[in-house]
């Protein structure tokens, strides 16, 4: 009856296969979700009837000739595979087996993350970039003053852990300086950061070229310039004791000093030779430059030394100084290692700039994030080093979004940041070396190193 009625009429009856409307992503392998591909645009399924909604298209419409499906997908499901998408495409991962794998290459492109980051946070302020040279720089001349007035053993110890903190603060801003997000006068730039460096026996141009050597190769197994993996041959090659003082503490963190001077194990050259392989040859005359400001800040301190006697130039100078070597190896250290989950390091074609840079960390160093201008913030950072540090906290708030997963909140810090000893201490124990082969590797622990 029901085909003589169609027939009559002159209609076609419908087939009775009724393909259902599929999502934008389809959980075929439980890990991994894949996204359909189809030859026609949303528009080309345009009609004026039913519309159904889709994770992977807004608007996509189903034709009359087209069967009804046997079961439509309802608001819950259609919500729930927009979100899955969304995790996908910010390298998330979804809660229900899609785990986040940190060496996978960002379906996100440096420009996104660039995008998010407001405008005025690229703007850089030389008067109160002077502002904090200003206010650092009072404050380690009060210290020396109060300190040397006072005279007291009780006094001291605090001093030397104050200003050797201070002295880490004059070498952020020096740092910026290298970077040039203190301001966009070069001459500026050059002038303030040799002041700054010298002052605590840096050579500003010879560690300027070096760390943006290791800003364009971050998380590069051998091209990386500073606390970078040593490949398993070389790491073999180390002499028990070299191995050992490199992970003991607190030997690690004393190492920059005899860094400047001859490098990492595998790597050669000084920071203080022109013809180091750390520079090009336009390079050597800011070298010079660098070095003799250095010999006249060690040529200052001998004549304080005669002046005042050499213990008291130890006790207003010396402890310091390595307070803040302290402060600089466990600040860059932390940075790049001691995450509780293993990180990644590159090579080849693995490698870019951006996966380099979103294997770096922030931390929290409570109190101390404003005296050392939040360069715990290094994320963004270590992208972005031209953004000026009293930037980075907005910016990077600005940039999460973005990041997703990749992005690993630090854990909040107390007044002080002790509990990122136990991160280091644990990291300098189970962090030795990486494969000699791959191009996505992960550290390695050596079972015989105690």
Partial sequence: MASWLLSECRLRPLPQNFPRPRMGITPNNPTKARFLRSNKSCTDLRSSSTIFSTGFCKRRSWEVKVSAPLKVASVEEEDRGERVLNDVVSGVGDEEGLEFDPGSPP?????????????????????????????????????AAATAYLNNWVVWPLYWAAQGTMFWALF?????????????????????????????????????ISHRTHHQNHGHVENDESWHPLPEN???????????????????????PFYLWGRSP???????????????PSERKDVITSTLCWMAMAAILVVLGFAMGPIQLLKLYGAPYWVFVMWLDFVTYMHHHGHEGKLPWYRGKEWSYLRGGLTTLDRDYGWINNIHHDIGTHVIHHLFPQIPHYHLVEATEAAKPVLGKYYREPKSS??????????????????????????????QTDPDLK
């Fill in 107 to 143: 379906l996100f492109r440096l420009a996104d993350i660039r995008a998010a980051i407001p405008k005025h946070c690229w703007v850089k302020d030389p008067w109160r970039s002077m502002s904090y040279v200003v206010r650092d720089v009072v404050v380690v001349f009060g210290l």
């Fill in 266 to 280: 595998g790597k050669t050259g000084s920071h203080f030779d022109p013809n180091s392989d750390l520079f090009v």
């Fill in 414 to 443: 107390g007044p002080l940041p002790f509990h990122l000893i136990g991160s280091l201490i644990r990291s300098l124990k189970q962090d030795h070396y990486v494969s000699d082969t791959g191009d996505v590797v992960y550290y």
């Fill in 234 to 256: 070389i790491y073999r090659k180390l002499d028990n004791i070299t191995r050992t003082l490199r992970f003991t503490v607190p030997f690690p963190m004393l190492a920059y």
């Fill in 172 to 208: 952020v801003l020096g740092h910026d300086c290298g970077h040039g997000s203190f301001s966009n006068n070069h001459k500026l730039n050059s002038v303030v950061g040799h002041l700054l460096h010298s002052s605590i026996l840096v050579p500003y141009h010879g560690w300027r």
